[in-house]
């Protein structure tokens, strides 16, 4: 009877050595994959920061762009011309160049 409550024992402990390499395997695997998401939300945070900084800078430009403008239209007349000048030139630029990639499409 004592060889057999030995023979238990032995089998509970080797099933216990099992269950524990088993379980330390699924500790390290769950380790490493929080390591990965640290990782990967560490990147996405740079990455967004710099976004931020991207559109900070362009807003800048922008908002410069902007004043420019502004300053040039209500700096007088000859101002003024030059303006209407530029965006005359801009549409007949686009209609030209509408024209000529219509062209080019339906040639193909």
Do not use: P
Request: overall charge neutral; some cysteine.
């Amino acid at each position: 009877m004592a060889s057999w409550g030995g023979a238990e024992e032995r089998e509970l402990d080797s099933r216990n050595q099992q269950r524990s390499h088993a379980l330390a395997g699924k500790v390290s695997s769950l380790r490493s994959l929080a390591l990965d998401i640290e990782n990967e939300a560490y990147e996405h945070n740079r990455l967004l920061d710099g976004i931020s900084n991207d559109f900070s800078s362009g807003e800048g430009l922008l908002s410069g762009s902007m004043n420019r403008v502004k300053n040039l239209l209500t700096t007088g007349r000859q101002n003024r011309k030059a303006m209407c000048y530029m965006a005359g030139f801009v549409v007949v630029f686009l209609l030209i160049l509408f024209y000529l990639l219509s062209r080019v499409l339906s040639g193909e």
